[in-house]
């Protein structure tokens, strides 16, 4: 077998929470009176919370203190939070369901490597718990992506060496992170047009064609 154990991103490949990420950041940005739209929200995929902020606050016309930073962090996620109350298991597609089990019948370990602390209500507001050997996320981390970390900690719940697994990212970031942490990547989404990974999928059911 190719690879033991397949690590993915959450949001942008397992399900797309996007929009809820840029409604709750317009909200806040919006009450602080901070230009902000599409363009800079794509700037902070895969990025962690606090880098985004401080990329949202490059537009404000004033400095904040430390404890106001991390007042509008708890803001935004406090309404992010509230959005993704709204997620069900229509927000992650059948295609998606189907390749994970696929995989599993085929003996192959499965994780999720997110940066999001909101991993688990994702997960469980979708039902998608049962599909994951392990989970490694935001809540368990120090870094955030480009660094490994949350990769490298997949890769060890699942008793697995790096070698032995596939990461599955949307973002350069995160491509960027498998490859700094020994792993092959695949990209999916947007990271297509990145020149890093080792593969590129047009579509998720790809990966049975390279999860041999």
């Known amino acids: ?25 317009k909200k806040l940005a919006d009450r602080l009176g901070i230009e902000f739209d599409e363009k800079i929200n794509d700037r902070l995929r895969g990025v962690s919370r606090m880098a985004s902020l401080e ?16 007042s509008f962090a708890a803001e ?24 994970l089990s696929e995989l599993r019948a085929r003996g192959v370990l499965l994780a999720i490597g997110s940066s999001s602390r909101n991993t688990p209500l994702i997960l469980e ?30 890769a060890q719940f699942l008793n697995l060496a790096p070698a032995d697994c596939l990461v599955v990212e949307d973002a350069v970031a995160g491509i960027d992170a498998g490859f700094s942490g020994g792993f092959r990547t695949a990209a999916i989404g947007e990271a297509t047009n990145y020149d890093r990974p080792d593969y590129k999928l047009t579509t998720f059911s790809d990966l049975l064609k390279i999860v041999d």
Request: glycine fraction near 6%; aromatic fraction near 12%; proline fraction near 2%.
């Open 125 to 154: 507001k979708t039902g998608m718990k049962q599909y994951f050997d392990a989970v490694s996320d935001g809540n368990n981390i120090t870094r955030s992506k480009p660094d490994p970390e949350v990769f490298l900690k997949a």
């Open 1 to 25: 077998m190719k690879f033991k154990g397949v690590i993915f991103d959450l949001d942008g490949v397992i399900c797309f929470t996007d929009k809820f990420h840029y409604q709750a950041w």
């Open 76 to 99: 935004k996620n406090d309404a992010y939070r509230a959005l993704l109350e709204n997620m069900g298991k229509s927000d992650v597609s059948e295609e998606v369901r189907d390749t």
């Open 55 to 70: 990329i949202i606050l490059e537009k404000s016309a004033r400095a904040y203190s430390d404890a106001e930073k991390e």
